[in-house]
């Protein structure tokens, strides 16, 4: 069974910084493309980088290239650092996986990013 549990969100103020996590129970993240979407209120869900299997690089969302880095460990745990944060990074994060023909999310972790 496929669980995926993101933490680390909050409320911060334009300019800081947060790190998200992503526990994985059920995979090995270093084997699957692990990614990271998000969802502000009244908009679609819209995806904000991956992680590719092995060393095979990472791809970011135009909106985040520069400022969000995704990272994993070699075991369970896939990371979004996100530095320079702006109002429009308002929304709530979830970490997602594709295994064996299915999607996995997890429940999400709201950020909020506010004067």
């Known amino acids: 069974q496929v669980q995926l549990v993101e933490s680390g969100g909050g409320l911060v103020h334009p300019g800081d910084s947060l790190r998200l996590s992503c526990a994985a129970s059920?995979?090995?993240?270093?084997?699957?493309?692990m990614s990271w979407f998000r969802q502000a209120q009244g908009k679609e869900r819209e995806f904000v980088a991956v992680?590719?299997?092995?060393?095979?690089?990472t791809s970011y969302a135009d909106s985040v290239k520069g400022r969000f880095t995704i990272s994993r460990d070699r075991a369970k745990n896939v990371y979004l650092q996100m530095n320079s944060l702006k109002p429009e990074d308002t929304a709530m994060y979830y970490c997602?996986?594709?295994?064996?023909?299915?999607?996995?999310w997890g429940q999400g972790t709201q950020v909020t990013v506010s004067s």
């Open positions: 059920g995979i090995i993240v270093v084997g699957e493309h």
């Open positions: 997602h996986v594709f295994f064996r023909g299915h999607d996995y």
């Open positions: 992680i590719r299997p092995g060393g095979s690089g």
